[in-house]
C-alpha cells in the first residue's frame, strides 16, 4: 500500500528552528515534496528532493533518506506567517507524471 | 507567466443536484492537469489527471467525472452530488517536477 505519515500538529516559537518529520511508503519513488498551505488557501510549492541529502532554500531545507522512506522539513528563524499546514507528497511510480501521494499534513501554530 | 484560474470559489449544493467546477489555464501549452480533492480531516487526494485533449484517468472509483474539451481547460462535474463530496476542490499543473494548484473552490453539499 501507500502511506506517507507525518505529525498532525506542532507548536514553535517566534524566531526557533522547527523540523517537520515525514516518513513514506509508496510503490517506487520519483522525488519527495513539500508544500505549505495557508488555511483556506491552495498549497504552494516549498522544495524537491529526488537524491539523499539536504536541499537548502532560504530559511526553509529540505532533507531525504531514501533508504528510510525518511525526510524532514526544517524552517529556520520562525516568523508568524508561518503558521500554516505543511504537506509532504511523493511522487510514486505508474500513472503520469506529477501523480503526488499527499500526507494529511502538519498543521505549524507560531507563537511569539 | 503561466495562471490557473478555478470557478467558483465557493459553491453550496444540495444533495442530488448537479455540479459543474471549472479549471483554465494561461501561458502554456499542453500542460498536465490534475483534480485534487482535499475533505475535513483528510489529505489532498488525486481524483482525475489528463495529460492531453480527451484523455482522462480517474485514480479512485466515485461520484464525480472529468473532461478536458481543451487544451487548457479542465472540468469536473457529477450527475448527482452526495453530502461526501463536500470539500476543497483543487486543479493542479506541472512544469517540470513542480506542480502548481490554482485558488481552490469550497464545495459545500447540504
Not at chain 1, 29 to 58: C, I, M, R
Not at chain 2, 87 to 94: P, V
Request: hydrophobic share 30%; aromatic share 12%; glycine share 10%.
Amino acid at each position: 500500500g501507500q502511506n506517507i505519515d507525518q505529525p498532525t500538529e506542532m507548536t514553535a516559537t517566534e524566531g526557533a528552528i522547527v523540523q517537520i518529520n515525514c516518513t513514506y511508503q509508496t510503490s517506487g519513488f520519483n522525488g519527495l515534496f513539500w508544500y505549505q498551505q495557508h488555511a483556506g488557501e491552495a498549497p504552494t510549492f516549498l522544495s524537491y528532493n529526488v537524491l539523499d541529502g539536504l536541499e537548502e532554500k532560504g530559511r526553509f531545507s529540505s532533507f531525504l533518506s531514501r533508504s528510510k522512506g525518511y525526510s524532514y522539513l526544517l524552517l529556520k528563524e520562525l516568523q508568524m506567517k508561518d503558521s500554516a499546514s505543511y504537506l509532504c507528497a511523493v511522487e510514486g511510480y505508474g500513472g503520469s507524471q506529477g501523480n503526488l501521494i499527499f500526507g494529511k499534513g502538519t498543521k505549524l501554530s507560531v507563537k511569539p | 507567466s503561466q495562471t490557473i484560474h478555478q470557478w467558483p470559489a465557493t459553491l453550496v449544493q444540495p444533495v442530488g443536484s448537479p455540479l459543474s467546477l471549472e479549471c483554465t489555464v494561461e501561458g502554456t501549452s499542453n500542460p498536465n492537469l490534475y483534480w485534487y480533492r482535499q475533505a475535513a480531516g483528510r489529505g489532498l487526494q488525486l481524483l482525475f489527471y489528463s495529460v492531453g485533449i480527451g484523455q482522462i484517468s480517474s485514480e479512485v472509483p466515485q461520484n464525480l467525472s472529468a473532461s478536458r474539451p481543451q487544451d487548457r481547460q479542465f472540468i469536473l462535474s457529477s450527475k448527482k452530488l452526495l453530502l461526501s463530496d463536500s470539500g476543497f476542490y483543487l486543479c493542479a499543473w506541472t512544469s517540470g517536477y513542480e506542480q502548481y494548484f490554482g485558488p481552490g473552490t469550497r464545495l459545500t453539499v447540504t
